[in-house]
């Protein structure tokens, strides 16, 4: 697979040349499209998805059939990594949010390709302690902020992992699930960030117009998650260096 642009997805961007090269073959392309159910609550893991583009919600069911967002996986990650190495099993489900590209891998070889490149090994590892880090941090973000910040900051993070530039193809209902929120409380916040300018929502899609100031209106987790990463994505390298 010579054109894959593993480097596109943070992980795989990560695997040593040699690595690649011995386990490209076992890549799959695939299309992710909307609404696709890559993963199935409480069904086993049978690939693990590193999306190019596109985007990939995580959601949590209760007994009673309801539903909400408690993940978001695009190009900075990958969606079956934490299970693939514990019991297997999805406990959520994973399904394309925003249309796009990803590579799969089947779990047997992933497991296989982790153990042969420390690389993506440590990659992995820190995207999973991201993972834990943004599920606390959200927890609190849903108890405690307004829902213009939180909506605001969703946006900003759909944009960044789904490798798109400036259109999102996010439907309102999309939103107030990622939210955990009323529909309608959705349509009026986004309502009030069109008049000033920051967003322009049309059928089915939401347009950025003013990243920067979308910025100032987001809820201050978008920060507090922006410093976690940058900590957490380079501690291996001193904890490396310290017991080299
Ligand atoms: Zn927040």
Redesign the pocket.
């Known amino acids: 697979m010579a054109d894959a642009n593993v480097e596109s997805n943070a992980l795989l961007a990560e695997l040593e040349p040699t690595v690649r090269a011995r386990f490209l073959p076992y890549f799959q392309r695939v299309d992710l499209r909307r609404a696709d159910v890559i993963h199935s609550d409480g069904q086993m893991v049978e690939w693990v998805y590193f999306p190019l583009t596109g985007l990939v919600a995580v959601l949590t069911q209760t007994i009673a059939g309801e539903s909400v967002q408690t993940g978001m996986i695009g190009c900075n990650g990958a969606v079956g990594v934490l299970e693939a190495f514990g019991s297997g099993r999805f406990r959520s489900r994973g399904e394309v949010q925003i249309p796009g590209t990803a590579l799969r891998v089947g779990v047997g070889r992933y497991r296989e390709m982790v153990h042969s490149s420390p690389a993506l090994q440590a990659a992995v590892e820190q995207h999973l302690e991201m993972l834990v880090t943004e599920a606390r ?2 927890m ?3 108890a ?2 307004p829902i213009e ?2 909506l605001s ?1 969703s946006i900003l993070d759909a944009l960044d992992r789904s490798c798109l530039d400036r259109v999102l193809p996010l439907t309102q209902e999309a939103l107030a699930q990622m939210l955990g929120a009323q529909r309608t409380s959705v349509s009026g916040c986004i309502a009030k960030l069109q008049r000033r300018g920051l967003i322009r929502s049309s059928r089915g899609a939401i347009e950025v117009l003013d990243v920067a100031r979308l910025e100032q209106v ?5 920060v ?1 998650l922006a410093l976690a990463k940058d900590e957490i994505w380079t501690t291996p390298d001193r904890q490396r260096s310290a017991s080299g």
């Open positions: 941090q959200l609190a973000c849903n405690l902020h910040g939180r900051r987001a809820c201050d987790c978008r507090s």
